[in-house]
């Protein structure tokens, strides 16, 4: 599959329920491989960094990312 063949596909859908640890190890990944994350991971690497930020505080947020 080329770059260009994933412009022109469907949405695919899954139903998928992430654990808070799936959450977390996701979310500490995709910060620590930000400068690799392709074009077409930004808004998911977005949503799963809104989702940490918004159930912490922003001590524990701080903390999280150190």
């Given at each position: 599959m080329t770059d260009d063949s994933l412009l022109n596909?469907?949405?695919?859908?899954?139903d998928y329920h992430?654990?808070?640890?799936?959450?977390?190890?996701?979310?500490r990944f995709l910060r620590k491989n930000q400068e690799q994350i392709p074009d077409e991971l930004l808004d998911?690497?977005?949503k799963i960094e809104r989702v940490m930020y918004n159930s912490m505080s922003i001590d524990e947020a701080e903390a999280f990312y150190s």
């Open positions: 596909e469907s949405p695919a859908f899954f992430f654990t808070e640890r799936e959450v977390r190890v996701l979310a998911f690497s977005a």
